[in-house]
T-cell receptor
Framework: GDSVTQMEGPVTLSEEAFLTINCTYT??????LFWYVQYPGEGLQLLLK?????DKGSNKGFEATYRKETTSFHLEKGSVQVSDSAVYFC????????????????FGKGTKLTVNP | NAGVTQTPKFQVLKTGQSMTLQCAQD?????MSWYRQDPGMGLRLIHY???????DQGEVPNGYNVSRSTTEDFPLRLLSAAPSQTSVYFC????????????FGPGTRLTVT
C-alpha cells in the first residue's frame, strides 16, 4: 500500500543553519505530495505542496521538489529561525492520472525540529 | 471564514462513557475526515465522508461512529470509551477538486481513564 517514510528526529539546529528533512514515499499512480507543519498545541497547517514530477513547492522560505525518479520530497530551508520550531509531516494523497485527490492523506510519522537562538 | 472548528478542545472520560466530538467547516467542502494522532504514529484515518449522507471507514474505525447529515458538520461518536482511545483527534476537510490537500481543525485532546 501507499506509505511515507521521513527521517526520524528530533532535529536540533542553531538559528540561521540549513535545514533538510528527508521524505520518501511509496505509491501507485500519481500522488500529490505535501508538507504540513504543526506548532505546539495546534492543528496541522499546510506548508507546501506539489502535484507532479519536478514540481517545486515553496512557502515561507521552505522548498521541496517532487522527484519521481527517487520517490522523494525532501524539505529544505536555507536559514532557519527560532519560530520554525515545530513538528513537520510529509504526506501524500493517492491519485490516479484521471482523478483528483483521494479522500485520505497518508502521513509520515513526523520530525520534530528545535531551533536554538 | 472560521475554517474547520472543533469542540471541545480537551475532554476527560471514564472507561465506558460515550461522547461526541464536534466538527464543523464553513468552506463548503464536500470531503471531511477524522484522524487520530498518537506519539510516533503520525496521523491515522478513522472515518471519512465524501458528502452529506455518505460515510466510510478509514484505517482505524473500531469504536467510533460517524454520520453526515449536512455539508457543514461531521461529528465523531465514541460509543464506549476505552483507554486505547486516549489521543488527539483532528477533523479535516477538502474541496472535491484540487490536489487532495486537506485543512485541519485545532484538535481535541481526549484522555480516557
Amino acid at each position: 500500500g501507499d506509505s511515507v517514510t521521513q527521517m526520524e528526529g528530533p532535529v536540533t539546529l542553531s538559528e540561521e543553519a540549513f535545514l533538510t528533512i528527508n521524505c520518501t514515499y511509496t505509491a501507485t499512480g500519481y500522488p500529490s505530495l505535501f508538507w504540513y507543519v504543526q506548532y505546539p498545541g495546534e492543528g496541522l497547517q499546510l506548508l507546501l505542496k506539489a502535484t507532479k514530477a519536478d514540481d517545486k513547492g515553496s512557502n515561507k522560505g521552505f522548498e521541496a521538489t517532487y522527484r519521481k525518479e527517487t520517490t522523494s520530497f525532501h524539505l529544505e530551508k536555507g536559514s532557519v529561525q527560532v519560530s520554525d520550531s515545530a513538528v513537520y509531516f510529509c504526506a501524500l494523497s493517492p491519485r490516479t492520472y484521471t482523478q483528483g485527490g483521494s479522500e485520505k492523506l497518508v502521513f509520515g510519522k513526523g520530525t520534530k525540529l528545535t531551533v536554538n537562538p | 471564514n472560521a475554517g474547520v472548528t472543533q469542540t471541545p478542545k480537551f475532554q476527560v472520560l471514564k472507561t465506558g462513557q460515550s461522547m461526541t466530538l464536534q466538527c464543523a467547516q464553513d468552506m463548503n467542502h464536500e470531503y471531511m475526515s477524522w484522524y487520530r494522532q498518537d506519539p510516533g504514529m503520525g496521523l491515522r484515518l478513522i472515518h471519512y465522508s465524501v458528502g452529506a449522507g455518505i460515510t466510510d471507514q478509514g484505517e482505524v474505525p473500531n469504536g467510533y461512529n460517524v454520520s453526515r447529515s449536512t455539508t457543514e458538520d461531521f461529528p465523531l461518536r465514541l460509543l464506549s470509551a476505552a483507554p486505547s482511545q486516549t489521543s488527539v483527534y483532528f477533523c479535516a476537510s477538502r474541496h472535491e477538486t484540487g490536489a487532495g490537500e486537506q485543512y485541519f481543525g485545532p484538535g481535541t485532546r481526549l484522555t480516557v481513564t
